[in-house]
């Protein structure tokens, strides 16, 4: 260990007064996830994570692999285990216990699916040869699960939150984002060429003719349909991706599509909708009534084969790999087929299978601390709204009500989903299973259209590892989970409680009131609630932190998207600042100080005029210089008036712990491709930078930490974020 720097670090642990603790203190965390070779003024990131990037190295499976991901493969392995005892028995035909156990089992026999080959997409890929007229197009289109030129689903209406509308969505590029089909710059291009190879291979392995070209067709429609598309900064809108019109006004918009029978192809029935994106959407009617059918047709074969890819051959399933998993993720290797099973059961069966997680993994009494977790962070948001200098009170009168009126979801559901009309037959294959799944969704999806919202409902299942807030119910939802290490553990104290779990409630928090979900109103209506000038000023502040994430450079000439990570940037803010606050509250009522570090009771603390303490654990007299702490134990620099502490966390101050453990929610390994395509399509910034640029505009972490102008994160109190 480089002892300058150890010096470096304890010379900012601040003084002690008295020990107070009854217990032996349980910090939580891990001195070895450190990196002690590095000052944390220098590299905050580094100093709380480059243990734990050591520890945990890339394998080739991951393009990324974080706490998040360790946590979900415990998660994964502990799902695995009940998913196989079901599965190694026979049920009863119609049981949950028969599905999950049948879906599981088909998922695992790749020499079946070997065997049965491109059968199991052969009727569909002849359903697309069988047209023979364009006016076939609106009915296809609508019975088909395996393609489409935009997306239906079924979503609170915007306007008006307590009933359900049908809502439609821009789709049929496969790349995602309409970046990937039109920047220029090198990286981007050869995805592109990548691309192109790709689809032809994919074809050529199903045995469809002039693939090359087949393949210049798919990624010429697919740009046009790009080029129309909204990009993710533009998607963040909600106000105008919301148009609400009815049938006959959709007739207008898009006459190339006979949407009678399009929807009568559905089963749907209704006499309005709101078209997400409205010009991506008539651009797809004018491509369907402008280019040459076949065309067309080799569009719809390919998603075919993109959508079926993982569910048919090995051989299949590496090429698909090839191109998405390793030249856009930079990925090495594929994962186990065990893990795919247990993904494809928990994307079929969750609730079945999460409500089996919780009775043996979620006790009752962590739903009981996370509760009063989020009450205090609730009386500590209602804190800073009050004392905000910048809004009117009548805007603030709103925000209170909208804070107070929010719904806390914590563990599981109280009512689970039947999965009853849900049919898997093993005398089926795996992709037709698939399809019977995907259309069981859609049919639930689209029992809920034109039906008051069921506020009751999910939309993650309990063993997901992540949270959510959701703007048209203004609820906070923290499945069970997320609720273990390194976010949440039960024989930790409050300075690590707060800086993991407490940051992540304050992040969901926040979202209610982000750049997005400011547009909402209590009851979850897109309704304005804030006066012209108060509205003036929230963007002028986010403003702020829009532009410092533009400047942040993630790789070499390329740049964070500040706009599309606004709201995430917004949230990851708000969370520090109330969660900080509602711990340092905490405190204050248990008479303790967060900036003052205490070791524990049989330490023994050292007097004001005493330096550190000896092996013996007594204290060093006055004028004693050198160190005289046993092995784990932090010594004290001369002139500072601390103790030594046993746990390794508790040389820390309290304050100092609260950061540490928020840094470690993010510690991550990832690979440089990774960090490019995140860049195009993640509305969160890159872990690295939740901390390195997040924290610099934490006041509290400038005194904990003792940052300085000398340190390269430091902001100038005048540059930094200040909103909520």
Same mark, same amino acid.
């Given at each position: 260990?480089? /002892?300058?720097?150890?010096?470096?670090?304890?010379?900012?642990?601040?003084?002690?007064?008295?020990?107070?603790?009854?217990?032996?203190?349980?910090?939580?965390?891990?001195?070895?996830?450190?990196?002690?070779?590095?000052?944390?003024?220098?590299?905050?990131?580094?100093?709380?994570?480059?243990?734990?990037?050591?520890?945990?190295?890339?394998?080739?499976?991951?393009?990324?692999?974080?706490?998040?991901?360790?946590?979900?493969?415990?998660?994964?392995?502990?799902?695995? @285990?009940?998913?196989?005892?079901?599965?190694?028995?026979?049920?009863?035909?119609?049981?949950?216990?028969?599905?999950?156990?049948?879906?599981?089992?088909?998922?695992?026999?790749?020499?079946?699916?070997?065997?049965?080959?491109?059968?199991?997409?052969?009727?569909?890929?002849?359903?697309?040869?069988?047209?023979?007229?364009?006016?076939?197009?609106?009915?296809?289109?609508?019975?088909?699960?395996? *393609?489409?030129?935009?997306?239906?689903?079924?979503?609170?209406?915007?306007?008006?939150?307590?009933?359900?509308?049908?809502?439609?969505?821009?789709?049929?590029?496969?790349?995602?984002?309409?970046?990937?089909?039109?920047?220029?710059?090198?990286?981007?291009?050869?995805?592109?060429?990548?691309?192109?190879?790709?689809?032809?291979?994919?074809?050529?392995?199903?045995?469809?003719?002039?693939?090359?070209?087949?393949?210049?067709?798919?990624?010429?429609?697919?740009?046009?349909?790009?080029?129309?598309?909204?990009?993710?900064?533009?998607?963040?809108?909600?106000? %105008?991706?919301?148009?609400?019109?009815?049938?006959?006004?959709?007739?207008?918009?898009?006459?190339?599509?006979?949407?009678?029978?399009?929807?009568?192809?559905?089963?749907?029935?209704?006499?309005?909708?709101?078209?997400?994106? !409205?010009?991506?959407?008539?651009?797809?009617?004018?491509?369907?009534?402008?280019?040459?059918?076949?065309?067309?047709?080799?569009?719809?074969?390919?998603?075919?084969? %993109?959508?079926?890819?993982?569910?048919?051959? %090995?051989?299949?399933?590496?090429?698909?790999?090839?191109?998405?998993?390793?030249?856009?993720?930079?990925?090495?290797?594929?994962?186990?087929?065990? /893990? $795919?099973?247990?993904?494809?059961?928990?994307?079929?069966?969750?609730?079945?299978?999460?409500?089996?997680?919780?009775? !043996?993994?979620?006790?009752?009494?962590?739903?009981?601390?996370?509760?009063?977790?989020?009450?205090?962070?609730?009386?500590?948001?209602?804190?800073?709204?009050?004392?905000?200098?910048?809004?009117?009170?009548?805007?603030?009168?709103?925000?209170?009500?909208?804070?107070?009126?929010?719904?806390?979801?914590?563990?599981?559901?109280?009512?689970?989903?039947?999965?009853?009309?849900?049919?898997?037959?093993?005398?089926?294959?795996?992709?037709?299973?698939?399809?019977?799944?995907?259309?069981?969704?859609?049919?639930?999806?689209?029992? *809920?259209?034109?039906?008051?919202?069921?506020?009751? /409902?999910?939309?993650?299942?309990?063993?997901?590892?992540?949270?959510?807030?959701?703007?048209?119910?203004?609820?906070?939802?923290?499945?069970?989970?997320?609720?273990? *290490?390194?976010?949440?553990?039960?024989?930790?104290?409050?300075?690590?409680?707060?800086?993991?779990?407490?940051?992540?409630?304050?992040?969901?928090?926040?979202?209610?009131?982000?750049?997005?979900?400011?547009?909402?109103?209590?009851?979850?209506?897109?309704?304005?609630?804030?006066?012209?000038?108060?509205?003036?000023?929230?963007?002028?502040?986010?403003?702020?932190? $829009?532009?410092?994430?533009?400047?942040?450079?993630?790789?070499?000439?390329?740049?964070?998207?500040?706009?599309?990570?606004?709201?995430?940037?917004?949230?990851?803010?708000?969370?520090?600042?109330?969660?900080?606050?509602?711990?340092?509250?905490?405190?204050?009522?248990?008479?303790? %100080?967060?900036?003052?570090?205490? &070791?524990?009771?049989?330490?023994?603390?050292?007097?004001?005029?005493?330096? &550190?303490?000896?092996?013996? /654990?007594?204290? &060093?007299?006055?004028?004693?210089?050198?160190?005289?702490?046993?092995?784990?134990?932090?010594?004290?620099?001369?002139?500072?008036?601390?103790?030594?502490?046993?746990? @390794?966390?508790?040389?820390?101050?309290?304050?100092?712990?609260?950061?540490?453990?928020?840094?470690?929610?993010?510690?991550?390994?990832? $690979?440089?491709?990774?960090?490019?395509?995140?860049?195009?399509?993640?509305?969160?910034?890159?872990?690295?930078?939740?901390?390195?640029?997040?924290?610099?505009?934490?006041?509290?972490?400038?005194?904990?930490?003792?940052?300085?102008?000398?340190?390269?994160?430091?902001?100038?109190?005048?540059?930094?974020?200040?909103?909520?």
């Amino acid at each position: 260990m480089n /002892k300058t720097l150890l010096a470096a670090t304890t010379a900012i642990m601040v003084m002690t007064t008295a020990c107070t603790q009854k217990e032996p203190l349980q910090t939580g965390i891990h001195i070895e996830n450190l990196d002690m070779n590095v000052c944390p003024q220098q590299d905050f990131y580094q100093f709380a994570t480059g243990g734990w990037q050591q520890q945990n190295p890339l394998t080739g499976e991951y393009a990324r692999f974080g706490s998040f991901d360790k946590l979900g493969l415990q998660n994964l392995e502990q799902v695995n @285990g009940l998913i196989q005892d079901i599965a190694a028995t026979e049920h009863k035909h119609g049981s949950v216990e028969q599905k999950i156990g049948d879906i599981y089992n088909l998922a695992m026999d790749t020499a079946r699916r070997n065997n049965e080959g491109y059968e199991a997409i052969r009727r569909s890929i002849e359903e697309i040869d069988g047209v023979t007229d364009r006016s076939q197009l609106s009915g296809l289109l609508g019975k088909s699960m395996e *393609y489409s030129l935009w997306a239906m689903y079924v979503d609170a209406d915007a306007l008006n939150s307590s009933m359900n509308i049908l809502n439609e969505y821009q789709a049929g590029f496969a790349l995602g984002q309409k970046e990937y089909y039109l920047d220029e710059d090198e990286h981007t291009r050869s995805i592109r060429e990548a691309y192109l190879k790709h689809i032809a291979r994919m074809f050529s392995l199903y045995g469809i003719g002039e693939a090359d070209q087949a393949a210049q067709t798919v990624l010429r429609l697919e740009t046009r349909l790009a080029k129309a598309a909204k990009s993710n900064v533009e998607l963040r809108d909600p106000i %105008d991706n919301y148009n609400k019109m009815s049938i006959e006004e959709l007739k207008q918009l898009v006459p190339q599509i006979n949407w009678d029978e399009y929807f009568a192809a559905m089963d749907i029935k209704t006499d309005s909708l709101s078209v997400g994106q !409205k010009e991506h959407l008539a651009e797809a009617g004018r491509m369907l009534g402008e280019e040459p059918l076949e065309d067309l047709k080799t569009l719809l074969k390919w998603q075919v084969l %993109d959508g079926a890819a993982s569910y048919l051959t %090995d051989e299949m399933y590496a090429a698909n790999f090839d191109f998405y998993g390793r030249v856009l993720s930079g990925k090495e290797e594929q994962s186990p087929l065990w /893990k $795919r099973a247990v993904g494809m059961v928990n994307g079929t069966l969750g609730e079945a299978v999460g409500q089996m997680y919780v009775k !043996k993994y979620f006790p009752e009494e962590n739903k009981k601390r996370m509760l009063s977790l989020v009450k205090n962070l609730q009386k500590a948001l209602s804190e800073r709204i009050a004392a905000l200098e910048w809004m009117s009170d009548e805007t603030k009168a709103k925000a209170q009500e909208k804070l107070a009126s929010m719904t806390i979801k914590i563990g599981y559901p109280d009512t689970w989903r039947d999965y009853s009309k849900l049919d898997i037959d093993p005398a089926l294959s795996y992709y037709e299973n698939i399809q019977r799944a995907a259309k069981f969704e859609q049919e639930y999806s689209l029992s *809920y259209l034109n039906k008051p919202v069921d506020k009751t /409902k999910w939309y993650m299942t309990p063993q997901t590892v992540n949270a959510y807030y959701n703007p048209s119910s203004n609820e906070i939802c923290f499945p069970a989970g997320i609720l273990q *290490y390194p976010f949440f553990d039960m024989s930790a104290d409050d300075a690590f409680n707060y800086g993991a779990i407490g940051v992540v409630i304050g992040h969901e928090m926040t979202h209610g009131f982000d750049d997005q979900g400011c547009l909402f109103d209590k009851d979850g209506n897109l309704q304005n609630w804030w006066t012209a000038e108060d509205k003036a000023r929230f963007d002028e502040r986010t403003a702020v932190m $829009r532009d410092y994430f533009d400047n942040i450079e993630v790789a070499p000439g390329v740049h964070a998207n500040g706009a599309f990570t606004l709201g995430e940037n917004i949230a990851d803010h708000g969370g520090l600042q109330i969660s900080y606050q509602a711990f340092a509250s905490q405190m204050k009522k248990n008479g303790l %100080d967060p900036m003052q570090a205490c &070791c524990e009771k049989k330490e023994g603390c050292c007097k004001e005029e005493q330096k &550190c303490c000896k092996e013996d /654990k007594s204290c &060093c007299k006055e004028g004693e210089k050198k160190s005289c702490c046993s092995e784990g134990q932090a010594c004290c620099k001369e002139g500072d008036k601390k103790a030594c502490c046993k746990d @390794g966390g508790a040389m820390f101050s309290p304050a100092q712990r609260f950061f540490l453990a928020y840094a470690n929610v993010w510690a991550a390994n990832i $690979r440089d491709e990774e960090i490019l395509q995140r860049t195009k399509s993640d509305p969160h910034s890159l872990g690295r930078w939740r901390v390195n640029g997040a924290l610099p505009h934490i006041g509290a972490w400038y005194e904990a930490w003792n940052i300085t102008e000398e340190s390269p994160l430091y902001l100038a109190p005048e540059k930094r974020v200040s909103i909520w």
